[in-house]
T-cell receptor, first 115, second 114 residues
Framework: GESVGLHLPTLSVQEGDNSIINCAYSNSASDYFIWYKQESGKGPQFIIDIRSNMDKRQGQRVTVLLNKTVKHLSLQIAATQPGDSAVYFCAENIAGGTSYGKLTFGQGTILTVHP | GAVVSQHPSWVICKSGTSVKIECRSLDFQATTMFWYRQFPKQSLMLMAT?????????EQGVEKDKFLINHASLTLSTLTVTSAHPEDSSFYICSARMGGDTQYFGPGTRLTVL
């Protein structure tokens, strides 16, 4: 079958614009969500996280929004810079039980920032 | 703080040989370490969960006899790919957790099997 990985969503923005990266998660029992940035040939880098009892959390230049009703997560990057170019992954963590502590990663979005 | 290292960063080996990859938490003790595999342009797939002093828990479809995991101490876990074949070529990434939910990732190891 077709590999999802060959068709990663892409987002191209101009330097200085705001970027919004979306993610649909699968498990309604997930209680902790994380956004990671991965540059080519490197491991994932933590950006920001949010727990299921919140719907918004802000960091430096980044905001994560959580909509549990539709199981949707978004990452907003303000004043996007060329150094933000990377693949962005959302990850969900299921609370308790045998799946505790395991992260399930989304497929990723390629962000390209043009100077 | 919370730095995770991997060694080697890349390795090329012949088909049929075994390769060991080390994952170390440099400035904290990791109660749990995780091993992931990532193929080009794809997401990370969890292979196994490793707790210090106990056997690793493998995800469905991951061969435990092929991917041997040893978590000998609170700062070191190793992944050995036994009898490697070209289809095992991938980017292997470990992560470590102190006790909370946050996982800290290593820089990854690129394995190429000829």
């Amino acid at each position: 079958g077709e590999s999802v990985g060959l068709h990663l969503p892409t987002l191209s923005v101009q330097e200085g614009d705001n970027s919004i990266i979306n993610c649909a998660y699968s498990n309604s029992a997930s209680d902790y969500f994380i956004w990671y940035k991965q540059e080519s040939g490197k491991g994932p880098q933590f950006i920001i996280d949010i727990r299921s009892n919140m719907d918004k959390r802000q960091g430096q230049r980044v905001t994560v929004l959580l909509n549990k009703t539709v199981k949707h997560l978004s990452l907003q990057i303000a004043a996007t810079q060329p150094g933000d170019s990377a693949v962005y992954f959302c990850a969900e963590n299921i609370a308790g039980g045998t799946s505790y502590g395991k992260l399930t990663f989304g497929q990723g979005t390629i962000l390209t920032v043009h100077p | 703080g919370a730095v995770v290292s991997q060694h080697p960063s890349w390795v090329i080996c012949k088909s049929g040989t075994s390769v060991k990859i080390e994952c170390r938490s440099l400035d904290f003790q990791a109660t749990t370490m995780f091993w992931y595999r990532q193929f080009p342009k794809q997401s990370l797939m969890l292979m196994a969960t490793s707790n210090e002093g106990s056997k690793a828990t493998y995800e469905q479809g991951v061969e435990k006899d092929k991917f041997l995991i040893n978590h000998a101490s609170l700062t070191l876990s190793t992944l050995t790919v036994t009898s490697a074949h070209p289809e095992d070529s991938s980017f292997y990434i470990c992560s470590a957790r102190m006790g909370g939910d946050t996982q800290y990732f290593g820089p990854g190891t690129r394995l190429t099997v000829l």
